[in-house]
């Protein structure tokens, strides 16, 4: 499967965006999808998942309650709508799929990822 990521930008401190990952190449449904961000000199940490049926977002403490993930199958998009963005939310943002019915938040255990958006936030 191939993955696009898009919606990154620079917004300022408690602004929001929506990212999407639109993939395409295979069953969408097949596949766990998530977002993962890298800060610069950072390790690529977990953001968000969410299900293969939609069910079940999980997310990272540091975003729970600010970000939501959601999927739409029709499109075969991933979104990620990040709201009171944060100068600490800076980074590359990645998506990825994993083809298991098993939930993992470990990025090395994901199949294929996307290209990466970057986010800037101003304090």
């Known amino acids: 499967v191939q993955l696009q990521a898009s919606g990154g930008g620079l917004v300022q401190a408690g602004d929001s965006l929506r990212l999407s990952c639109t993939a395409s190449?295979?069953?969408?449904?097949?596949?766990?999808m998530a977002w993962f961000r890298q800060a610069p000199g950072k390790e690529r940490d977990f953001v968000s998942l969410?299900?293969?049926?939609?069910?079940?977002?999980s997310y990272a403490d540091s975003v729970k309650g600010r970000f939501t993930i959601s999927r739409d199958s029709a499109n075969n998009t991933v979104y990620l709508q990040m709201n009171s963005l944060r100068p600490e939310d800076k980074a590359v943002y990645y998506c990825?799929?994993?083809?298991?019915?098993?939930?993992?938040?470990?990025?090395?255990?994901?199949?294929?990822w996307g290209q990466g958006t970057l986010v800037t936030v101003s304090s």
């Open positions: 969410i299900s293969r049926s939609g069910g079940t977002p």
């Open positions: 190449g295979r069953t969408f449904s097949w596949y766990i």
């Open positions: 990825a799929a994993r083809t298991s019915t098993v939930i993992t938040t470990r990025p090395f255990m994901y199949n294929y």
